[in-house]
């Protein structure tokens, strides 16, 4: 089971650390990835990183803004979101899969978490 977390309500140009615990299975066998979905779109990728935390893979909208880690130890990812914008406001879900190639399609991930709110007003 996947959870995310850390979501709130900022201003733009602040800060918010999302963070995805997992139970069950250690996190170090699967990649994981970040999606969101804002009001009235489709769910869209954020950033992905592989099982050993090596590799990252970002959509340009959020490069140089975020960064996706994880601590396969505390079995739990995250991602640290700075400069946000209005246009960053979605539910972002946690997703993982077995696979050892990054992926940015929704249907690449088996597992979903439930998301958490991020609201960036302006």
């Known amino acids: 089971q996947l959870q995310a977390s850390g979501g709130g309500v900022v201003q733009a140009g602040a800060s918010l650390r999302l963070s995805c615990a997992a139970s069950?299975?250690?996190?170090?066998?699967?990649?994981l990835a970040w999606f969101r979905r804002a009001p009235g779109k489709e769910r869209e990728f954020v950033a992905a990183?592989?099982?050993?935390?090596?590799?990252?893979y970002y959509t340009d909208s959020v490069k140089g803004r975020f960064t996706i880690s994880r601590d396969n130890a505390r079995n739990t990812m995250y991602l640290q979101m700075n400069s946000l914008k209005p246009e960053d406001t979605a539910v972002y879900y946690c997703?993982?899969?077995?696979?050892?190639?990054?992926?940015?399609?929704?249907?690449?991930?088996?597992?979903w978490g439930r998301g958490t709110q991020v609201t960036v007003s302006s």
């Open positions: 069950g299975r250690p996190l170090g066998y699967y990649m």
């Open positions: 997703a993982a899969d077995r696979a050892y190639t990054l992926a940015a399609a929704t249907h690449e991930y088996e597992y």
């Open positions: 990183i592989s099982r050993n935390g090596v590799d990252t």
